[in-house]
Structures are given as structure tokens and as C-alpha cells.
């Protein structure tokens, strides 16, 4: 029975994460993860290496020259090496693991994981280390400490995660490890508990050339200062507002310049969207990670001016909403939609961190809508969870002139090749090409 497309390109991609296993870990790293295999990982250390290595000379000198001194000295380098894994293995064991950390850490910055350890055994557990076992290189882990645990203590370790780039992320497992009591090897633990952490989209600062992004004229107005149609008040002009606003005969009157404050509107939309195409013959992910950064930058910046803000990409869309109780609820659903963000017109790397269905779906619509680039149709759009009249904000690439989409734009957001910001202007409405 032939394969189908899905099937022959997860086939593809398991290839893929067995060479890249083979690449990163080696035959016998990856041999020592089964625990069916070695229930405990056992890594010698300097210390360790120079104990070994006296013994093995002690047990040669002993049997070549039978002297009774010599066996003596081996037997008690033998049993401090046995003493050393018993103890070990009796503060290993009985010890429960729970994550008290949420699933969401925030990409390029270090985020505390803290971990509760529950020492369920009538022994102190000395010298523990516990933390999450993380195998891609993307992703820097330490594990977190504790000295001591008395019998059926719970106590804290407080380990630390830094992504270095955004998106999903497996770990391994929860690893514990102790070199108790001599130093000689460190011995671990590994439950195999696996979790899927997400490192959110960074927020690159974004400066709008305006104050106010819409028109005014909205229905009903908010509590907040903003752009609406409802006269505030008056302040003092600051640089960036229009000069529509400024009261030419109070600012003569107080021989300084005076602006109208008006509320803020508490329909105004604004949907930005973004042509997250790849930006050149290039499949690096690290351009599109700062141009997800610069995306919630702006995203950020709109939701400051008092609009509702909206997102809508190649691969779904998160309806409008404000940020009214300033807690950035709005900005943390945005930021979670640009985490899973792949090149559109690029297979997904086999690495990253979703099922295989799911991986096989998105590379089949990477496939689909390069085929549709190098037709020259326009992509579309997928529809909006909720529709609204809103301002539309399209942000694009600058080295794809080729690339199409449907619709409208109001204003035009231009990113370089590295997805840093170049230029913010309006448009009138026309066809739009993603260049």
C-alpha cells in the first residue's frame, strides 16, 4: 500500500532526529538514558579517575609481589570505591519530585524553575542536585541544590532554564544527581516525566510615528486618555502629537504649546499582520525570531495607544482584544501565537518540539504555500476568530518583492533580513506584495 505524504515525511523526520541523537549524544550516552537498561547513571569524576587508578596499581603490585601490606591497601581502596556507591544509592533513593514552575519561560532570559524534593525515607539525603534534563543545544539548564534533607522533609531546588530562541521545548526528564559522600562519581536519577516548556516571543521596543494609530470617531469611549472623539482636557504639548490637536489659541495665550487630550476609544482595532515568509534563500530561524520580537513590539506599542490589537499570520490568529486592566493579558496570548511561528514557506526543523502529526501539517502547508509563491498567487489569509472594522497593519519581509497576499493594508511595516524594524508608513489600500 503506498505512503502517504504525511506518513512519508514524518519517515523523514524520525531519520532526521535519530542522526541528529546519534550527532549530539553518541552511541553510549544514549545507551545510558534507559533506565531499563541502567537504573542509575554513573559519571566518574578527577577524583574518582585518580582512585580507580591507584587501586588498579595496588591490585597489580599486590598479586606480583604478594605482599600482605599491599592487599591490605587494596582492600581498603576497594571498600572505600563500595562504600561510596552504597551511600549514594541509599540518598537517591525514596525521593519524590514535583515542578512548581509555570509552562511558559520567556526566550533569551534566564527564568528560575523551582522544584520541590519530598525525602520520603527514614535517612537524610545529602549533596542533591535536581533539575530538568534538557537535550537540545538551544537550551541552556542548570539544575538547583540542596545540602540536606532530614527524614520526610520537603524542601526547595532552584534550578534555571535560558532558551535561546523561541518555541516549544521538550525536556527529557527531571534528573537527580548526587556525588555523595566522597566525590568519587556523580551518580543520577533520571524520572522520566516529561514536559513541553514554551519559550515566548521577545518584545523589541517599537516607536510609532504617530500618537493614535485610527481615526477618531468611535462609538463609546473608555476611562483612559487616548485618541477618541471626547474632549478630556488639556496638557502641555509633547513631541508626537498631531498637530490637529494642539489649541493654537490657549498655546498663544500661555505663550507655549497647549494639545487637546481626548478619550481613548474603546473600539478602535487594529489587526496586524505578518508575511512570516523566510526572508532570503536562508532557512535560519534566528531572523525569524527577531522579527516575532519586533512583531510584539509593535503589538505592544498599539495596545499602549489604547487599541484593541489583533494578530493574524499564515498559520492562525488571535482575535482583538485590549489591554484594559494593564496586566498585559492581550500581549501574553500574541506573544504566545509568535512562539509557534515556523517560516512559512520552509519545512519546519525536524527538531522542533511538537507531535508528528502536528509537525507533518505544518510542513505540508509550508510545501503548499511555496508552491503558491512560486505560482505567484497570493497567499490567504485564515479567517479571524472575530471579525471587526479595524486598521490593518501588514508587516513583511523587504527582500520578497515576489510574495503576494490578499487583502488590504493600511499601514506598511518593513522588516531587513535580520527582522529588525526599518520603516513604519501608511498606504493607500491596495494588493499587497510582501517584499
Request: hydrophobic share 45%.
Amino acid at each position: 500500500m503506498p505512503q502517504s505524504r504525511q506518513q512519508i515525511l514524518i519517515a523523514e523526520r524520525q531519520r532526521e532526529l535519530a542522526a541528529l541523537a546519534r550527532k549530539r549524544l553518541g552511541f553510549w550516552r544514549r545507551m545510558g538514558r534507559s533506565n531499563r537498561l541502567f537504573p542509575r547513571k554513573l559519571v566518574v569524576t578527577r577524583e574518582g579517575r585518580w582512585i580507580i587508578g591507584v587501586t588498579l596499581l595496588l591490585g597489580a603490585a599486590a598479586v606480583n609481589t604478594g605482599n600482605n601490606l599491599l592487599y591490605l591497601l587494596l582492600s581498603l581502596a576497594i571498600s572505600v570505591i563500595s562504600i561510596s556507591g552504597i551511600l549514594s544509592e541509599l540518598c537517591l533513593a525514596d525521593l519524590e519530585l514535583t515542578r512548581c514552575y509555570p509552562a511558559e519561560v520567556p526566550a533569551n532570559a534566564v527564568t528560575t524553575l523551582r522544584l520541590e524534593v519530598l525525602n520520603a525515607k527514614n535517612r537524610a539525603a545529602l549533596h542533591i542536585e535536581a533539575g530538568e534534563l534538557v537535550d537540545s543545544p538551544s537550551v541552556l539548564a542548570r539544575p538547583g541544590y540542596i545540602l540536606h534533607l532530614a527524614p520526610h522533609e520537603r524542601g526547595q531546588a532552584f534550578g534555571a532554564i535560558k532558551p535561546l530562541r523561541r518555541g516549544p521545548v521538550a525536556t527529557v526528564g527531571l534528573l537527580l544527581t548526587t556525588a555523595y559522600p566522597f566525590g568519587f562519581a556523580r551518580k543520577s536519577r533520571l524520572y522520566e516525566t516529561p514536559v513541553q516548556l514554551l519559550a515566548l516571543a521577545g518584545v523589541t521596543p517599537v516607536q510609532l510615528p504617530w500618537r493614535g494609530a485610527a481615526a477618531r470617531g468611535a462609538q463609546h469611549s473608555s476611562i483612559r486618555a487616548g485618541q477618541g472623539d471626547a474632549f478630556r482636557g488639556l496638557r502641555d504639548a509633547r513631541l508626537g502629537d498631531a498637530m490637529r490637536d494642539i489649541h493654537w489659541k490657549v498655546s498663544a495665550r500661555r505663550e507655549r504649546l497647549v494639545a487637546r487630550e481626548w478619550e481613548a476609544d474603546a473600539s478602535r482595532v487594529a489587526l496586524v499582520r505578518f508575511v512570516h515568509v523566510a526572508p532570503g534563500p536562508s532557512d535560519d530561524v534566528a531572523s525569524l525570531d527577531r522579527a516575532c520580537a519586533t512583531v510584539a513590539g509593535l503589538c505592544a506599542a498599539l495596545l499602549a495607544d489604547g487599541l484593541a490589537v489583533g494578530l493574524q499570520t499564515l498559520q492562525g490568529d488571535v482575535p482583538p482584544a485590549m489591554d484594559a486592566t494593564g496586566v498585559g493579558d492581550a500581549l501574553q496570548r500574541i506573544r504566545q501565537h509568535l512562539a509557534h511561528l515556523v517560516l512559512a514557506d520552509r519545512r519546519p526543523p525536524a527538531d522542533w518540539a511538537v507531535a508528528d502529526p502536528e509537525w507533518a501539517k505544518l510542513a505540508l502547508g509550508c510545501e503548499e504555500r511555496a508552491a503558491q509563491i512560486t505560482r505567484g498567487e497570493p497567499l490567504p489569509w485564515p479567517p479571524l476568530t472575530a471579525m471587526a472594522k479595524a486598521e490593518v497593519f501588514l508587516v513583511a519581509f523587504q527582500g520578497r518583492a515576489e510574495v503576494l497576499t490578499q487583502g488590504q493594508a493600511d499601514v506598511r511595516v518593513t522588516l531587513d533580513a535580520a527582522g529588525d524594524l526599518l520603516t513604519i508608513a501608511r498606504v493607500a489600500d491596495f494588493k499587497v506584495g510582501a517584499a
